[in-house]
């Protein structure tokens, strides 16, 4: 009787009977074998007896393969009746062949390597070079046969035969149930030899010998030792995808193609690949590298693709050049909006399916109306959205993240999570803290404050690069100079310049009774300034404990702001006081002016119990780089703009003009204000309101007007204009308004031509900007040389979308306190496109030098923090002196060179950084390109690796490993040798991998493997690659068609048979993702408004047809987590 083996009560490779195969193999001098399926790491099981057979005549073991696993579309033609020798050519058997090998090749690129894989596969390729054994694939027909032949010398039984269903796997062998039965007859035995060994010389069974070598040799169990760099170019190549497709898949059209440098080409075949797939990008290019040039190159490819029309939401002052970039790029029926206009109009529009928003960081308040006007309008419309902006985040990267907001909703799963404040917090602290919020959604990521983190989020919607990145991968050398440079399309040279300060010195002596700017900074007027009560800025202080029992809703509510406020705007009035003292006496002059008369103004309204009109208490409104104009919270109508003469003002003088000035408010413009009865304040409010005005009127009285001829800042600037460079452009900047309105009036004066002045209350500061630098703005046939502005005067608030760089001169007429914005003016005209060699940066500083100037700044930034002036989220506006500021100030005095150059900054885009890497390393070499392309996964590398001194517990040895998951999302994880992650950054990954073609390939560490092992156990256990949601982006084609079908059986119930096939394709959708087929299918026609009946037919054919969805097991298996490669650091 024959024995069973069936894997549960009799093992069939090895048992306590000792009859299993390996025994009967023993005993064996060779082997036969044929089985359906062939696992190359299975052979380790049987490896060590194979390497004991001697056989003279052929190889000691034959293996045949009969049922490898072929391509789906093979498989009908296969099992079709009449397939013979006709049918199955040369060159179909060839294909067969190859793709046979593929599938072989596949095998090991599933599971988790292992030493023990690893030494089993090395044996099975040395056995196969060796001749020990030969392999070979059946292609007459399908072979199921499952049999094994031992040969053995006995002249009684000289076949041991075993029958059944084990193929030669693992799990065939002995770890899952099978049937087979052993084969002890001598004449049966006899009988499969021979059915072996005709199959075995059909001429349709190829030795595919040499095939499995090479799958062998070129996969991760390889003995050759892999080059690192290679492993690094893999890294690059698979993280570089969107970059790489988005380059095949959009076109730019020639017209803009020429317009357009490499770099922005890429940005833009980039973004666009962002917007297809996630519905949204930020275009974050760091200032002077062609954002709006790169977003109107997007809208017209989107255009012509997809026949999108744009919308572009920009600030006001932008409006004239965003429609000439419409006009110009011949944009998709263009609609340029204020976004100011947004909350009031932006509703009434018509559907456009792309909405650009121009200084997106603008909208970093979500509870904002304009903000939230701008996102029911994406949301409603569904439309795609381009964000621009060079400073995504400013604080805090909730910046970032309200701005995604805009088309992102924070509880829609984005495919990864905060690892890194997960493994800090914990998934179930989290879900505690945050029952409501998925793990994988940007709601998740607003809990974290981990810088890695938010680098995982840009990698998904971020496209930016900075001028370093540019110069590293897209400027060419000048060999003459070592200057670089990029090469416009016209052929001309667009250098980098080096950024040049200049220093132009006053006389400045507060002592001289001939200089009446100087003496403004006499000690006593600064003491004056420290002392003013500033109750206007400090209201609440002055409210009454019990407050009338009359007061309306309005008024408490008015009341309760002014808590909030509390003394928090003191600090900034105080602060732009002295700001505006630096500017120009004129602007200094003209505040305290102002503020004595809205003094007077409030005065007159307590004594005559009249309603205050109380402002926005708004600290932005104090903030020169948001607003230039006025100096307070109160903007009244009808004040003056220009110092009036000072000599004629007395106390009775500014009663009279504020109880006029009242007047014509509170009746003509009495909406711009909120009121307020007078009875809620105590007496001391009157009191320091008074004891203010006379204390500035005083210094306004002694200080009288100043003559240009006396202003000895303004003579050294007509000096450098109309003296030292009379013929160069220059453009000038200033913080304040009222400074530019100044020395635009006194350079008239002066006899200079060509003056223009650009301020937050220009008209078309677009049309100025074009006249300053026409050659930029390609407006040189509207604005000829002679018509040309010379000297621009401009404020910190003029866009920096605007092209400058028809200058290369800038002067500081003031200076900021943070050094950064001296830095950003110089950007302005620091722009692609700049031809000048030089910068040159020209800074007004008081000859004696700039100690008094920082003493100043120090004294009253320790005011303020000793009164808590300024506190909390203030900060964000408040602009204090650091240490580095102070010393960049004296840099600056000294003109030391790279004062001005900007701050380090390698915060580029991930697929950016990746697809350089890639490029650079291949664009000249195809042979490595092929290569690289060509390595199977898992492959690895080991190389060299020196940890950080300065942080070695972040830089240790260990594995760099990549996983791809089951939903195609990267997983880079850097595991040190205590199996500990050390970092989940596909960033710092990346450049932990860096190395070049020289770096050595060393020998794998020995726990390489293991390593590999936990970095997949974190992303299958920690992370559970789960989707919050069953349907994805709300963008997707999985999720639109499923709502859509949804809405469409709810309006037809009565059609029973056609709602039950709906159904049951809405829930294949539901439990199982989309084919790509139907992806593509499905999205263009939602993207050309398919009917709903339409939609309904195409589903139910596709899902008809098995084509709809990914559900069976073959299709499951393949979308499982897998090893893209790893490196070893030693």
């Known amino acids: 009787m024959p024995t069973i083996f069936d894997n549960i009560e009799t093992e069939f490779l090895e048992n306590a009977a000792h009859n299993g195969l390996r025994d009967a193999l023993k005993v064996a001098r060779r082997g036969d074998f044929c089985v359906g399926y062939f696992n190359l790491r299975g052979w380790k099981h049987i490896d060590d007896v194979v390497e004991t057979w001697q056989s003279n005549s052929s190889a000691p073991c034959r293996l045949l393969v009969g049922m490898q696993r072929l391509p789906q579309e093979d498989l009908p033609k296969l099992f079709t009746d009449g397939f013979d020798d006709e049918r199955v050519d040369n060159k179909t058997v060839a294909r067969l062949r190859r793709q046979a090998a593929e599938e072989f090749r596949k095998q090991l690129t599933i599971g988790i390597p292992t030493a023990r894989d690893e030494a089993g596969l090395r044996k099975l390729a040395q056995q196969l070079k060796e001749g020990r054994l030969t392999v070979k694939l059946y292609l007459r027909h399908t072979l199921h046969a499952k049999l094994y032949l031992a040969h053995r010398d006995d002249n009684f039984n000289p076949v041991l035969a075993f029958l059944g269903s084990s193929n030669l796997t693992m799990s065939g062998l002995r770890g899952q149930g099978e049937l087979n039965v052993d084969v002890l007859d001598k004449d049966a035995g006899e009988k499969l030899v021979q059915w072996f060994k005709d199959r075995w010389d059909d001429q349709r069974c190829l030795d595919i010998t040499e095939d499995l070598i090479a799958v062998i040799e070129e996969s991760w169990a390889s003995v050759r030792l892999l080059a690192p760099y290679h492993i690094y170019l893999k890294i690059a190549w698979h993280l570089s995808q969107d970059a790489r497709e988005g380059i095949k898949e959009f076109r730019i059209p020639h017209d803009v193609a020429a317009d357009l440098m490499a770099f922005q080409t890429k940005a833009v075949q980039l973004a666009c690949r962002h917007l297809n797939k996630r519905g949204g990008v930020l275009v974050g290019d760091v200032v002077g590298?062609?954002?709006?040039?790169?977003?109107?190159?997007?809208?017209?490819?989107?255009?012509?693709?997809q026949m999108l029309e744009t919308l572009i939401l920009c600030p006001k002052n932008l409006v004239p050049m965003w429609e000439d970039y419409a006009h110009r790029f011949r944009l998709r029926a263009p609609r340029v909006m204020s976004q100011s206009k947004a909350q009031r109009d932006l509703d009434k529009l018509p559907r456009y399916r792309l909405v650009i928003v121009d200084e997106s960081h603008n909208f970093r308040n979500r509870e904002g109306k304009i903000y939230q006007a701008i996102r029911s309008y994406i949301e409603k419309n569904d439309s795609k959205v381009v964000l621009l902006s060079a400073t995504p985040y400013n604080k805090t990267y909730l910046d970032l993240a309200n701005q995604l907001r805009l088309f992102v909703n924070e509880q829609e799963d984005i495919g990864i999570r905060p690892e890194n404040m997960l493994k800090k917090m914990g998934e179930s602290e989290f879900s505690l803290r945050n029952p409501n919020t998925p793990l994988s959604s940007l709601g998740a990521f607003e809990q974290s404050?981990?810088?890695?983190?938010?680098?995982?989020?840009?990698?998904?919607?971020?496209?930016?690069?900075?001028?370093?990145?540019?110069?590293?991968?897209?400027?060419?050398?000048?060999?003459?100079?070592?200057r670089y440079y990029l090469t416009l399309s016209s052929g001309v040279r667009a250098y980098f310049p080096a950024r040049k300060p200049h220093t132009v010195e006053f006389a400045s002596d507060s002592d001289n009774p001939n200089d009446p700017c100087a003496r403004l900074f006499r000690t006593e007027i600064v003491d004056t300034i420290d002392a003013l009560a500033l109750p206007r800025y400090g209201m609440v202080t002055y409210v009454k404990p019990t407050l009338p029992p009359d007061l309306t809703a309005a008024e408490t509510k008015l009341l309760d702001d002014l808590s909030r406020a509390g003394k928090r705007l003191k600090g900034f009035c105080r602060t732009n006081l002295f700001k505006r003292l630096e500017s120009s006496a004129h602007a200094f002059l003209l505040s305290l002016h102002r503020h004595v008369l809205r003094n007077e103004l409030y005065i007159h309204a307590i004594e005559n119990s009249l309603p205050l009109p109380i402002g926005q208490q708004d600290a932005a409104l104090l903030d020169s780089r948001v607003r230039d104009e006025g100096d307070g919270e109160l903007d009244l109508e009808d004040e003056e703009q220009e110092l009036p003469p000072l000599h004629q003002w007395d106390e009775s003088h500014y009663r009279q003009e504020a109880a006029r000035i009242y007047q014509t408010e509170s009746q003509t413009q009495s909406r711009r204000y909120r009121w307020l009865r007078t009875d809620v304040f105590k007496k001391n409010f009157i009191a320091d309101l008074r004891r203010d005005a006379r204390a500035l009127h005083e210094v306004l009285r002694s200080t009288g007007e100043i003559p240009f001829a006396k202003d000895n800042k303004l003579q050294s600037l007509i000096e450098l204009l109309a003296v030292d460079c009379p013929k160069e452009k220059f453009l000038l900047f200033t913080q304040f308004a009222d400074t530019a309105m100044y020395l635009r009036n006194a350079l008239d004066a002066a006899g200079l031509d060509a003056v223009d002045c650009v301020t937050g209350s220009s008209d078309n500061p677009a049309q100025q900007a074009w006249q300053f630098s026409p050659e930029s703005n390609d407006k040189l046939s509207q604005f000829p040389a002679p018509s040309q502005t010379r000297v621009l005067i401009a404020t910190d608030v003029l866009s920096e979308g605007q092209?400058?760089?028809?200058?290369?001169?800038?002067?500081?007429?003031?200076?900021?306190?943070?050094?950064?914005?001296?830095?950003?003016?110089?950007?302005?005209?620091?722009r692609i496109g700049q031809k000048a060699e030089t910068i040159d940066c020209y800074s007004f500083l008081p000859a004696e030098g700039v100690e008094k100037i920082i003493n100043l700044r120090r004294r009253l930034l320790q005011r303020l923090h000793e009164n808590e002036e300024v506190v909390g989220s203030d900060e964000a506006f408040f602009e204090s002196q650091t240490v580095e500021d102070e010393e960049a100030l004296r840099n600056l005095y000294n003109e030391k060179s790279g004062v001005l150059d900007e701050p380090p900054d390698d915060e580029v885009d991930l697929t950016s950084e990746a697809f350089e890497i890639w490029s650079q390393a291949t664009k000249n070499n195809s042979d490595l390109r092929k290569a690289i392309e060509s390595l199977p996964d898992v492959v690895f590398a080991t190389k060299s690796h020196t940890a950080d001194p300065e942080r070695p517990l972040f830089t240790p040895p260990g594995v760099l490993t990549y996983i791809r998951t089951a939903h195609d999302h990267d997983a880079l994880l850097w595991i040190d040798e205590n199996k500990q992650s050390v970092s989940e950054s596909p960033v710092r990954v990346l450049r932990a991998a860096a190395c070049n073609a020289e770096t050595p390939a060393l020998p794998r560490r020995a726990d390489h493997h293991e390593l590999v092992a936990e970095a997949t156990r974190i992303v299958q256990e920690e992370r559970r690659d789960t989707q919050a949601g069953q349907l994805g982006n709300k963008r997707g084609a999985r999720y639109r068609t499923y709502e859509r079908l949804q809405d469409y059986i709810r309006h037809r119930e009565g059609d029973i048979f056609l709602t039950d096939q709906v159904r049951a394709a809405i829930q294949a959708i539901y439990d199982h993702p989309l084919t790509t087929e139907a992806v593509d299918k499905l999205n263009r026609q939602l993207r050309t408004g398919i009917s709903d009946d339409d939609l309904a037919q195409l589903v139910m054919t596709l899902h008809r047809d098995d084509r709809l969805v990914v559900a069976n097991l073959h299709d499951n298996e393949m979308k499982q987590l897998h090893i893209v490669c790893s490196m070893g650091l030693v």
């Not at 017209?300 to 693709?305: E, K, N």
């Not at 092209?803 to 950007?827: E, F, K, T």
């Open 803 to 830: 092209n400058l760089q028809d200058s290369s001169r800038v002067i500081n007429y003031d200076l900021p306190w943070a050094i950064i914005r001296l830095i950003q003016r110089a950007g302005r005209v620091d």
């Open 289 to 305: 590298l062609g954002k709006t040039r790169v977003a109107s190159a997007i809208a017209r490819v989107m255009g012509d693709d």
């Open 449 to 482: 404050f981990e810088a890695d983190d938010w680098r995982e989020v840009m990698r998904l919607f971020l496209v930016r690069r900075t001028r370093s990145f540019i110069i590293q991968n897209y400027a060419d050398r000048d060999e003459r100079d070592g």
